[in-house]
C-alpha cells in the first residue's frame, strides 16, 4: 500500500468554512443580540410597512380610475370561489349521511324482513302442531268413549259375577240339600 | 534536463478519477434540471382551497387504523417522501399502513385572513372526516412533524373524531425556551417588537421573509453547504441526496399573515398554547383535553427545536399511554433519512389493530 498522500484539499477547506461560518455568525449574534438593534429592526419594518402602505393605496387609487381589477378583487373572487367548496362541501356532507341514514334503513328492513320471515314459520310449525293436537283430542276423545265402554261392560260382567255367584250358591246349597236327601235314604 | 526532486515524496498525488468524477457531479448538481420528489403512488381524496388531502395506498394492508400525516406550515411536505429507499411515506406503506397526507399548499394574498383557527376548523378537522369515510375506519392516527406536530396536538385537544394515537416529531409546545437571540425574544415579548402592520401589509408572509427569519435564527450566514458538496461530490449518491435536500431548503412557502400573526402573539409572546388558553374558534385548546395514545420524538441534534420545548406535553396531557424518545438526529434528518418511518413503526404497530 502506497504511502503517498492523495491531493484533497477539499476536506480541509471545508473545515476551515465551518470555522469561518460559525465566527462570522457569533459576530451577527453578538452584534445583533441587544435591545437597540430590536427596536431599530421594530422602526425599520414599521417604516418599510407604512411606505408599503402607502404605495399600496395609490395604486389601488390609480387602478380605480383606469378601471383595472386589483388584488383586492381577486380577493373576492378567491372568496366566493371558497364559499362555493364550502357548501358543496356541506351538501356533499349532508348527502353522506343521508347515505348512512338509508343503510341504516335497509339494515332495519332487511331485519324486519328476518324477523317476519321467522314469525311465518313459527306460525305454520304451530299450525302443525294444533292439527296434530287436535287429531290427538279425537283420538283420546274416542279412547275415553272405549274406556268408558269398557267400564260400562266391566260393571255388567260384576253383576254377572255377583249373579254367577249367587246361582253358585244356590246349587250348592242344592246339592247340599241332595245328598242329605240320599245320605237320609240310605240310612233308612 | 529532467531531474528529481527530492520533495517528489511530498507532493500529493492527483488521484484524476475521482476529480473528474467530483467536478462532473458537481457541475450536474448546479445546473441539471431539479430532482424528481414525490415519487410514491397517491391519489387525491379532497381539495379546498390550495389544501388537498393525498391518500398512499399500503403495498399489503396490514393495519386497520389509518395514518393520517399534518406537516408544518412553514414548508412543503414533499421531505416525507423525497427520494425512494429513504422516503417516510414509501417506508410505511411498504409496512402495510395507510397514508394520508394534508398538503397545506402555498397560500397567496387571497389567503391572508387564513389563521390557525381556520386552518384547524375548516381545513384539518374536514381532512380526518374524509380521511375516516375513506379508509372506512373506526379510529385514525395522527402524525404531526414540527409545526405540523403543534397543529396535530392542538386539533387533538378540541377534536371530536375518533383520534386513537398522536405522534408529534420535533414538536414546539413550549414556546418561551427560543433558540435564536434572547434580547430578541425579549424584545418581542416586551412589546419592543411588533410586526403586526408589517404583517398585514404584506398580507401574506413572503417566502424569502420565512426564509431570512430561519437564516436570521440559526445561522445568516450559510454556505458550508456547497462546500461540503464540493469534498464528497466524487460520491453520486450524496450529490444525489444534497440536491434533493437542496431544492427542499430552498422550496419555501408564503405563510398566511393571521397565522402568522397567531404563531408570533398567541404561541410565541403569550405562550398560550401551554397554559391552556389558546381559543380555536369557540373552543379552548387544553392540552389535559388530549386522551389519545401519545408518542414524542425529538431530536437531539435539533438545532431548531429544543428538547424543553417538546417535553411538557408529556405532563400536560392526559393520556394513560405516553412515550417520549430521543434521537440522534436533526431537525429535518430523521424525515430526510427515512428513519422516522421505522420509529413509527415500532410503536404504532401494536396500536394499530
Known sequence: ????????????????????????????????????????????????????????????????????????????????????????????????????SMKLQGKDIESVVEVSKEIIKLTKQLKSELVKTK?????????????????????????????????????????????????????? | MATETPLKEFIPELDYE???????????????PEPWVGHSPRNEVWQKNKSILWYYPAKQKKYKIPLFFVYSLFNKPYILDIAPKTSVIEGLTNMGYEVYLLDWGSPGYEDKKIGLDTYIEKYLTTAVKRALRHSGADEITLVGYCLGGTIASIYASIAEEPIKNLIVATVPIDFQ??????????????????????IDVYGVVPPQLVDGMFRAIGAPVYFTNYTMLLSRAHDQRYVDKWRRMNKWTLDQVPFAGEA??????????????????????????????????????????????LEEQSK????????????????????????????????????VSSRSN
Open chain 2, 177 to 198: 425556551p427560543f433558540m435564536g437571540p434572547d434580547k430578541w425574544a425579549v424584545g418581542m415579548r416586551e412589546g419592543d417588537m411588533n410586526i403586526d402592520h408589517f
Open chain 1, 135 to 188: 287429531k290427538e283430542l279425537t283420538d283420546s276423545k274416542n279412547l275415553q268413549l272405549e274406556l268408558q265402554e269398557m267400564k260400562f261392560e266391566l260393571v255388567k260382567l260384576n253383576n254377572f259375577k255377583a249373579e254367577f255367584e249367587s246361582l253358585r250358591g244356590l246349587i250348592e246349597k242344592g246339592n247340599d240339600a241332595d245328598r242329605e236327601l240320599t245320605e237320609a235314604g240310605s240310612r233308612k
Open chain 1, 1 to 100: 500500500m502506497s504511502d503517498k498522500i492523495s491531493f484533497d484539499p477539499y476536506e480541509t477547506l471545508h473545515k476551515f468554512s465551518l470555522l469561518w461560518e460559525k465566527q462570522v455568525n457569533d459576530f451577527i449574534y453578538l452584534w445583533t443580540n441587544n435591545k437597540e438593534f430590536v427596536k431599530m429592526t421594530n422602526l425599520g419594518t414599521d417604516i418599510h410597512a407604512r411606505y408599503l402602505e402607502t404605495f399600496k393605496k395609490n395604486q389601488e387609487a390609480l387602478a380605480s380610475v383606469l378601471n383595472l381589477p386589483t388584488k383586492s378583487d381577486v380577493i373576492n373572487v378567491a372568496n366566493l370561489t371558497i364559499q362555493t367548496e364550502e357548501k358543496i362541501e356541506v351538501l356533499e356532507e349532508q348527502m353522506w349521511n343521508l347515505q348512512d
Open chain 2, 260 to 305: 402568522y400573526k397567531q404563531l408570533a402573539n398567541d404561541l410565541f409572546k403569550e405562550n398560550k398554547l401551554i397554559k391552556g388558553e389558546l381559543m380555536i374558534g369557540n373552543k379552548k385548546a387544553d392540552l389535559t383535553n388530549i386522551k389519545a395514545n401519545l408518542f414524542v420524538v425529538s431530536g437531539s441534534k435539533d438545532n431548531l427545536i
Open chain 2, 18 to 32: 475521482k476529480e473528474m468524477k467530483r467536478w462532473t457531479h458537481l457541475f450536474k448538481a448546479l445546473n441539471d
Open chain 2, 312 to 347: 411538557p406535553i408529556m405532563e400536560l396531557v392526559s393520556s394513560v399511554d405516553k412515550t417520549y424518545i430521543v434521537v440522534e438526529t436533526g431537525h429535518v434528518g430523521l424525515a430526510l433519512s427515512g428513519l422516522f418511518a421505522k420509529i413509527v413503526d415500532q410503536w
